[in-house]
């Protein structure tokens, strides 16, 4: 049975997860590196902190592995409403670390519940969607299922973190998985392309634009297939204007300066180097020196000069691209992205739903964090302080990602059973 | 179904936008690697030592010893104690707030200098708190130290680059130190050395925390040439000190090679005054006193008469020109009368009859006039005589630039045809109208190197190499650099004279510089000279002259000393040339009380005369 069960695991799966790990680690070193450096293993530097975290979470790994899935189904309601305790908590006595509250600190350690809440947000999400009384189509449920992910966020936001907020709207990709209307993929899709060209044109202008475009297919529709009714188009119509322009007071007026800015940069609107757009400069120029082979471990100037900032959390990345150059970056990139395919593939085969929407939540978050932590890194996405799991600095993150992980191959190794 | 594969293709288009987005970066704009360089290195340049100088024996005279600039990063300023900063530097808080600002004005993110040249000691103790004053930091630097404080006016000094001149010098850096003056701008080339580049890595805070690369792009500086010099320093020393409290000069050259031994002007200073953060102070008190002129080099840029020690010349070109014999008598009764009613004053008595010899070791007057006026009228014309007169002195390389090593210099006058034609229109002048050149005087002028290297011509019996301060070591004195200079008197004849010279110390004019066992040969000068003093022609006490070489056979030094205002010849400059031949050939000098009354004797009194505003005697 034991050999049976451990010829089941997902070995591939372990190794590319060690490997990220490991080469997180070594990254850390890079970046926190000076020539006072101790060994990386020692706990009193950032990668020494991790490596010890990573054993935990190894020696955690065979409990998780052993224990039958349906204890996760029946402790998921308990697990979350401790998160959400310990998240109001947090209001109370969190530390302020970098802006953000989400910290507890005990003795020297520093506790991030928002972690630990992304996991069991997705336990409550795979238990509730699963079952048999859920209906992914009625509004009641659909209602109910985002106030579960909306709870946490709202709590997340009050700390001022808003980056791990969003995070947590990976889980729409379970949802949608599951038979959600695609109407909300779509209608994400529009508003987030008017929300960014609202930015750049200003509403009056994009408003012309719509209307030019909404009319011109309209008509050619009209000429093709003279039934077409014209209502939905004046209502998407109608809803895009009004949407651009409450954007547009949105964002002049309830965002903070600094938030508008790093919109404004990445958007091109702002080309301030040494100010606002600095992080996102450096970190390109940082990437973008380590050229094809990179600049060897160790090495990479900027990443000894410290320019980048937050460089062994946020902004790992750009070690990886100084230092092991296009060959590292894009082999991390292909590693990164190979997990969560295969992952996402092996949770098709599962005959049950809850194991799978558990895997599609949890890959829909750490898609999220793919996205928009390099996406950040590489310029392409405004400046949202979220950490590359597996690879950045913090304690909470892996321990977080790592159960995650280990749920995942508990449920494919039982997927049998 | 699309529905199961949405995060599957998101994720995969993700990845694919983000290797796009890497190839961009990392394989096609090489900006960002070159942002990157200058970004995350800084250059700086690496001056190598300057050159180090040493006297002809091999001795240390020029070496470098750090110091340090005050810098200020405006950018970086935090907060400061600017009373632990001024009272350890010795600046005013104000002039440090006025020097920041300014620095604020050029540049916040460019160092600016605060306060230059601070020596070790000045800054030791502020050296180790500098963490407490973000921003400001000490830049290291090399200047001079004169190991041995003399020669300044031969040495120069360096001093740094300014904008102006970096137009003209491309390879200069702004504030880079530069020879300005004497052997420092002459052999700038070779003390300079070639500047090389140190890349270091830097933080974002513009710290240094590394060489770039352990070094590898980094480019070694050249090392300079160390220069080896003529002169000897304990020569140059000792004339140095024999010329206090006198303004005149001394050149000393060794007559076979050249080589100047001692060059020396008076008044002078410790060339360390030029150096360190009062450079510009001590700089404009030297500027500023006008009337002893510190920094005028009066062995090179005084232009005197001669005297009589032009005479020599007068009788080798009557020799040359077989106008007068050895043998040749005349007579002189205190003087001549040249033409109706013009006399010629001389020294010696009534019915003195004196062979050229005896004329030069009397150094009478008559004699040399009436040798002189014959070279002139030798010719068809006085024009013609003159000029044939001119164009063996011109052999002496005299009334022209000599060509020596050092940046400055004057030309001296003889005078020829042409500047008597324009000085007499009518062209009735005659040899007795330019008689006065016959003894050194008139409208001749030498500076005392010139006379220095007539003189080493006369002891080399005809030709004399170029004065110079750099020795080459190959002892080849015939290369292309230091051609044999002939002079146009043939070596035949200059054996009458410098057994003049000889009885001149032996038993004429100046038995005080004679030296025993050794062969000295010399010839005094007393020259009359003028100022203009409240728009009046004032003669004031004659200059002391001497002029000499040592010993008689194969010299090995020659020297010329010129002592403004020192009356006769004997007084000052004799007994200075002696000393400095015996301090150079013997190493030692014996004559102690000699020396004391040289090195004692000051001719201050007679220099202030003239400024008094009262009527003074000369010639006391």
Redesign the interface.
Known sequence: MNKKFLSRLDWLSILIFIILVGFGILNIYSATYSEFSISIFNSGNPAGKQFWIFMISLVLMPFILFVNTSFFEHLSNIFYGISIISLIGLLFFGQKISGATSWYTVGGFSFQPSEFAKLTTALLIATNLSSIQTDIKKVKDILKLFSIILFPMFLIILQSDAGSAIVFLGIVFAFLREGLNMKFLYLSFLSSFIFVLTLLLKPLLLSLILILIFTTIYRYLISKFPKTNKSPFLIVLITSIIFSFSVDFIFNTIFEQRHRDRFNVILGIETDLKGIGYNINQSKIAIGSGGFDGKGYLNGTQTKGGFVPEQHTDYIFSTVGEEWGFIGSSILIIFYTFLMLRILSRAEKHTQSFPRIFSYSFVGMLFIHFLVNIGMTLGLFPTVGIPLPYISYGGTNLLAFSLMFFIYLNFDANRLN | MI??N???Y???A??V???C???V???F?S???E???S???LERTVYPPRGLIYDRNGKLWVSNKPVYDLMVVPENLKKFDTVELTQNLKISKNELIEKIESAEQFSKKLPSVIERQLSLSEISVIQEKMWKFPGFYFQKKTTRDYVLPIGGNILGYISETNKRELEMKPDYDLGEMIGRQGIEKTYEKILRGKKGIKIF????FNRI??P??DGNYDKAPEAAENLTLTLDSDLQNYGESLMQNKRGGIVAIEPRSGEVLALITAPNYNPNILIGRDRSKFFNKLVADTISKPLFDRSLQAEYSPGSPFKLLNALIGLQENIITPETIFSCNEGHYYAKGAFMKCHNGIGTKSNLIKGIYKSCNSYFAKTFVRIIESESSPEKGIDLWKNYLTSFGLGNYLGYDLPIGKPGFIPGSDYYNDWYPEKNWSSTTVISNAIGQGEILTTPIQMANFTAAIANRGFYIKPHFKKSFDNIINDSLYPVKRTLIDSKHFETVIEGMHQVVEKGTARIAKINGLEICGKTGTVENFIRLNNEKTQLTDHSIFIAFAPKENPKIALAVFIENGYWGARWAAPIASLMIEKYLRKEVKRKWLEKRITEGSLIAEYEKPLLGKPFNINE
């Open positions: 529905r199961k949405i995060l599957f998101f994720t995969l993700v990845s936008i983000f290797i987005q890497l190839i970066l990392q394989l704009k900006e960002y690697s942002r990157s360089l970004n995350a290195t890595q830097k933080d974002r925390i590394g770039y690369e």
